[in-house]
DNA sequence: TTAATTTTTGACACCGGTATCATAAAATAT
DNA sequence: ATATTTTATGATACCGGTGTCAAAAATTAA
């Protein structure tokens, strides 16, 4: 029933290492050889037996992917493109969800890397921006790659000694160049009242989406104004509450438009736009951020952000691959800084005279 | 910097069978000796490893979840049911999302199963209704669960030879119950035409929902019009084209309520209500089905029927583990049938006159 | 108290691969 | 053609646990 690597070097006349230079693609095999085994593999339908190798190996031919993220949509996103690069590669896919309330978070994530000796981590925001997690990982030496908020500015420089400043295992989307350019497209709409409402304050893509916003304010000659910023958390319900803030009192700011930190807080300014029976994008302009399938799935459909995230944790898992093993992958393909790019739906309106 | 079994062994002043013995909850093992092992285990904070263990014993510490469904939130619910009582037995769990069309995922689903040589399976609709997965599957003769929409109906008969009607490693969703109790409430409002947007017609939910929505209206003198059932797919673009289809020509079938497949097909009726101007629930009443996040975050919010998936996937891995393991869990405390039960909130209202 | 039985424990051979290093074969130089 | 270098292959010792079976210790019976 089961095929071993024993079986496989019987029937191909060759010894069973030779087997394991084929199916691991080693170097100086040769190709009349090569093609013998593959060909008894394809006969005998061999698997290599997950477990031997893991224990064998210096490392397993698993990685990690450690997320502590609400999203749904986000989390199947950054596991699909983890797991289409795993499959490429040969690798097994750990998922670890955690929560940075738990206590045990950082003693459950070297638990795992221990006991199944992971080749690597993917760490998502915001877990990739925790510092305790950073060094803990660089004590125990294990190779990690991170997905941030930001720039992938000047690498050469980056070469910091600390984790911290390390960057060349990061991989970066742009979130201030895209609230830039989002804010732009509302101003460009005639809207001169514009209000953000943020996600978690902890999160450094709230602090580069805001960033942005600010600039390209800045760039335009509106003043920016700190009442107009509402401080919440990436959801839903921070959505209602905060579009519900900045409109109180009949909308006093005069306000023309809102930038939601994410889809989800744009849905609930949508939302709470309703209750106060303000249409949009008629009287007010919504935008989202992320363009999860959600941003088509309210009406009116959201003006966002598109974020490629399948894509992007795609390259994160190259990223990785390339530091893991003997850099199979070419480092030359792996895009490093990712910026989502407007997406104009039906939210978002010239601005009301 | 690693500590082996050996290093607990020797620390204990025991052979590491013993150690073996003591991690693995075997009987036959002294009271005392268990403390001074566990007390070494602790001390040197030893951490299994699984390569090693899924090698050498019988069958591997990890189990997979399948799975062939487009729904996040809903794939979110069982990995993370899944994984909380993995965590639990101190197993592994490995995902694995696949599409039905594509010609290999029968290939794919063995290949996975061989080389990580998996304890077991739980299988997710659609998947876990198709037989020649489940013929294969028994052919492996590897152990699985199944999630299923239906009853579980007279256990004892229904253990019949071939695998498809063996029940007794099926966790059930009682939609037909769910989609009856949803109907009812519709027609205690008032309403007497009640048309039913359907997602997958392949899908066994989709039968067992439809099948409840008839002996709803039976029961209730209520006269089943199959121009009223709309057969569409479990998505939003379904729901906006659904609602479309039936309230067309004005709403010339004069419906009041529509019972929507699941909460996303609900919200495309939502859409195209709007679209088409119809208040909601004023004029017309949606319901949706599974009570995901997203039923809350449409205006209005929605009336459905909440299913609990984490639960119930983690009552699937329960049963799985006491099938594989020497059944260290109760087969009592697992609950093998789930009904989904009415949530009522903004979407449905009296039926207008 | 000793024999018989039951319960605990340990020695050792695997599980199915990879890593190392020696050896054989092929390529190149002399 | 032979010596030398390079490249391809194989023998064998692990990796860190589990399973088997026999030995030792603890219980119970006689």
Redesign the interface.
């Given at each position: 029933m089961?095929v071993t690597i024993n079986d496989v070097a019987k029937h191909a006349g060759v010894s069973m290492k030779t087997v394991s230079r084929v199916i691991n693609k080693e170097p100086s095999v040769r190709k009349k050889t090569y093609d013998i085994v593959m060909q008894a593999v394809k006969e005998l339908n061999y698997?290599?037996?997950?477990?031997?190798r893991?224990?064998a190996g210096t490392s397993?031919f698993a990685i990690g992917l450690v997320y502590d993220n609400p999203n749904?949509?986000y989390?199947?996103d950054m596991?699909?493109g983890v797991?289409s690069r795993c499959k490429e590669e040969g690798y097994?896919?750990?998922?670890h969800?955690c929560s940075a309330s738990d206590p045990d978070m950082q003693q459950e994530i070297a638990?795992m890397i221990?006991?199944?000796?992971l080749a690597g981590l993917v760490l998502t925001p915001p877990l990739s921006e925790q510092k305790h997690i950073i060094q803990m990982l660089d004590d125990l030496g294990i190779t990690y790659v991170r997905l941030l908020s930001g720039q992938n500015n000047d690498p050469e420089k980056e070469q910091g000694s600390t984790a911290e400043h390390r960057h060349n295992n990061c991989i970066y989307v742009d979130d201030y160049a895209a609230a830039y350019e989002i804010t732009e497209h509302l101003i460009n709409l005639g809207h001169k009242t514009i209000a953000f409402a943020c996600g978690d304050a902890e999160h450094k893509s709230t602090t580069e989406r805001l960033a942005g916003y600010k600039q390209a304010l800045d760039d335009n000659q509106l003043e920016f104004n700190d009442a107009l910023v509402y401080g919440g958390t990436y959801s839903?319900e921070s959505g209602v509450e905060g579009a519900k803030a900045l409109l109180k009192n009949n909308n006093e700011s005069g306000i023309t438009a809102i930038l939601g930190g994410n889809d989800?807080i744009a849905?609930?300014a949508?939302?709470a736009s309703?209750l106060m029976n303000i249409a949009i994008p008629e009287q007010l302009s919504i935008s989202g951020f992320e363009d999860s399938?959600?941003s088509?799935?309210?009406?009116p459909k959201l003006t966002t952000a598109h974020q490629a995230n399948s894509v992007i944790s795609e390259h994160a898992a190259r990223l990785l691959f390339s530091k893991t093993r003997g850099s199979r992958s070419h480092d030359k393909d792996i895009i490093t800084t990712f910026t989502p790019s407007v997406v104009i739906r039906e939210s978002t309106g010239p601005a009301p005279k």
């Open positions: 089961k698997q290599p037996n997950t477990a031997a893991n224990l397993s749904a949509y989390i199947i596991q699909n797991l097994e896919l750990v998922i969800p638990t221990q006991r199944s000796r839903f989800e849905a609930g949508l939302f309703r399938p959600f088509r799935q309210t009406w």
